[in-house]
């Protein structure tokens, strides 16, 4: 990747995708969400009820019940052991690296006085953590689904999406592991895209963290018209039986 | 089940049409992710795909995204989308017709989605081409012309009842009575199709020296079965009319499992606030037990004896621990099945598939979970409350050689009162 620091000897494609498409992925990943929140709102509302027993007595306990159920799947920890095992360690790495991620846009450990070098290393431990965490379990999610019952469930989409978080996993995890990116030269850039202006291109993430950024933009753009929509809609469809 | 007849666009308009908030969620958070298909007692007998939950819903779901979805409608093959054929309707038939909607499945899913919903979607729209068993259609159809005919069949009715009553103040209390539709009672008890549902209950209300009347109707829906909304409220509509007309202070319904959860979980939706309380006859005997109104003899069941949770009384309307506490007292050996409860494996009766001859075979295999929870607790006697688990684990018993006997709570509950006989 040429990068020289000048954003004008990128390629074509290299100036789409950092300069204009972050743009649009995240117009159309805020703006789907929209969408799709308008859609389930928009559907008549049933006084009919869908309580499965036992169900919490008043509001707020059932609000806690919901949300705890989620933050460690309980149901699915009682119906399927290893898919919950699967499942939730692969959500827990996910949300680990996304915490990681804000240090790009804001530097909260720096603002927690944390020096330099000691947020490295914490960077670099949790990052590495949440990056195994993350992407070993795909493969076992991915794995089963070629066999048995779930490959009669599973649809096209249910076997691009692994295969995107596989490769968002992969080239992340590269990253992190055989390069050293350096934080202010993301920090740098992602600063010009708040600022409509046109910040050089992290030069250490090199071609892994243009495919890496490539991915995520598609993931974006896809999710809240797809199942991953999940990651929103999964609350209101639980609280529907603690009614 | 006949052939697709013409009305493919009926079929097509019923399900697009049907617009509500779990629906809307349904259609779009299901994962696949296959936690479902081990809560189906079809699917863990049979191993066929079409009785996994997730893929019933799928199904349907297909058929939806076509019509609904963005992706669904310019990138079909993307999730699948499709437009039903003969093929595809033949699989649909048996994916909703082979579920007795005891939402099992809900319990697993990590989004407590309801398969059942969409069975109920399913088989309205599959009832345009004619795609379901007749007998259902045939039972629905009897019963809200019973209910057109009210007043010509009350003088019947009246006679039977009042046999009935002889026979009782003969073999239980000459003092006991049992009026048809009288005003100022306060419990309009609605029984079921048979006197099994109203004698134990006449005898309960007599000990408990209760102010009741029995309704004209009974409490069985045969159009929920069929997914029918406007038709099940229609029938239910009969029961709450007369209770209002008779100013009674609470509508208690028998042992049926559906019938209970629609009284719980449907009347609001189809009729807004009431004037009266709604329970089931197993929260009566238990408030009778609390108040002090009914004594139970103790331990007059020697064998072991055990409970089936029905699905539509228990993980649906949550009727857990009152047949539990009658049972604790009667039986001298009361055995928990494992899992029970909310876990409880349905025992493959449920979704109006007793009525229906075709489908024996299915719903014996279906039942092939159950059959090896009562094996293994070890009970001579399997208690539940619900008609047709009774109908079901009875067909059970007999086609699997478990050698039980299957009993009603309310029965043994009407068994074990202990009444003074002499009292005027």
Redesign the interface.
């Given at each position: 990747m040429s990068g020289k620091g000048r954003a004008s000897a990128l390629s074509p494609l290299e100036y789409l995708l950092l300069y204009i498409t972050p743009y649009i992925s995240v117009t159309v990943f805020v703006g789907g969400i929209f969408y799709k929140l308008h859609g389930w709102f928009s559907a008549p509302r049933t006084s009919i009820k869908l309580t499965i027993h036992p169900a919490p007595q008043n509001e707020v306990s059932k609000v806690i019940s919901t949300l705890s159920d989620l933050l460690v799947f309980a149901d699915l920890m009682r119906s399927n052991f290893s898919l919950w095992l699967g499942a939730w360690s692969m959500h827990l790495g996910l949300f680990m690296a996304l915490i990681g991620h804000i240090r790009m846009f804001y530097d909260y450990l720096a603002a927690l006085g944390i020096p330099a070098e000691t947020a490295e290393k914490i960077s670099h431990t949790g990052g590495g953590i949440a990056g195994i965490l993350f992407m070993t379990p795909l493969f076992y999610l991915f794995a089963r689904r070629w066999g048995g019952i779930i490959k009669e469930l599973s649809t096209p989409e249910d076997y691009f999406d692994l295969f995107l978080l596989i490769a968002i996993a992969v080239t992340g995890n590269h990253m992190r592991f055989f390069q050293h990116v350096n934080l202010e030269e993301l920090q740098t850039y992602f600063m010009g895209l708040f600022t409509f202006t046109q910040a050089p291109p992290p030069k250490s993430g090199g071609l892994l963290f243009l495919l890496h950024y490539a991915l995520v933009q598609l993931l974006m753009v896809y999710l809240p018209f797809g199942r991953i929509s999940h990651l929103i809609g999964g609350y209101f469809s639980k609280h529907l039986t603690k009614r | 089940m006949e052939k697709t007849e013409g009305g493919l666009g009926k079929f097509l308009d019923t399900l697009t049409s049907a617009?509500?908030?779990?629906?809307?969620?349904?259609l779009?958070?299901?994962?696949?992710?296959?936690?479902?298909?081990?809560?189906c007692h079809f699917?863990e007998a049979s191993?066929e795909?079409i009785h996994?939950p997730?893929?019933r819903a799928?199904l349907l779901r297909r058929l939806l995204r076509k019509r609904k979805?963005?992706?669904g409608r310019f990138f079909p093959?993307?999730?699948?989308a499709k437009d039903p054929d003969d093929s595809f309707l033949d699989e649909l038939e048996r994916a909703m017709w082979e579920c007795t909607g005891c939402?099992r499945c809900?319990?697993?899913?990590?989004?407590?989605?309801?398969a059942a919903?969409f069975i109920s979607l399913g088989r309205k729209a599959l009832l345009e081409l004619k795609r379901g068993p007749e007998i259902l259609v045939e039972l629905a159809d009897a019963d809200i012309q019973k209910g057109e005919m009210v007043d010509f069949l009350k003088e019947m009715y009246v006679e039977r009842i009042k046999e009935i009553e002889e026979r009782l103040r003969k073999e239980f209390s000459p003092s006991l009575r049992i009026t048809v539709e009288q005003e100022g009672s306060r419990v309009l008890y609605v029984p079921l199709a048979g006197e099994h549902t109203i004698v134990p209950a006449a005898k309960l209300f007599h000990a408990a020296n209760e102010s009741w009347t029995l309704s004209l109707f009974t409490a069985s829906n045969y159009a929920f079965f069929l997914g029918d909304a406007e038709r099940a409220k229609k029938m239910a509509g009969n029961i709450v009319k007369e209770a209002k007309e008779l100013g009674v202070k609470v509508v208690a319904f028998p042992e049926c499992g559906h019938a209970t959860r629609t009284l719980?979980?449907?009347w609001?939706?189809w009729f807004g606030e009431l004037p009266f309380e709604r329970v089931s006859i197993l929260q009566l005997i238990d408030q009778y037990m609390k108040q002090g109104r009914i004594r139970l003899k103790k331990g007059i069941l020697k064998d072991p004896v055990t409970y089936h949770d029905p699905c539509n009384l228990?993980?649906?309307?949550?009727l857990?621990e009152e047949p539990r506490k009658v049972l604790n007292i009667i039986s001298t050996d009361f055995r928990e099945m494992n899992p029970n409860r909310?876990r409880n494996w349905c025992c493959g009766g449920g979704g109006g598939l007793v009525a229906v001859p075709e489908l024996k075979k299915v719903r014996m295999k279906a039942g092939k979970m159950k059959v090896e929870q009562i094996k293994r607790v070890g009970a001579k006697i399997v208690v539940t409350a619900c008609e047709n688990c009774l109908l079901q684990l009875r067909d059970l018993n007999e086609h699997y050689g478990l050698g039980v006997e299957i009993r009603s709570l309310l029965d043994l509950t009407a068994q074990a009162l202990q009444v003074d006989r002499d009292s005027a």
């Open positions: - | 617009s509500n908030r779990p629906l809307a969620y349904y779009d958070i299901c994962t696949r992710c296959g936690a479902c298909t081990h809560a699917y191993g795909r996994a997730a893929y799928e979805n963005l992706i093959w993307f999730v699948e939402r809900a319990v697993y899913c990590p989004f407590d989605i309801d919903w719980f979980k449907f609001d939706e228990g993980r649906n309307s949550g857990y909310k």
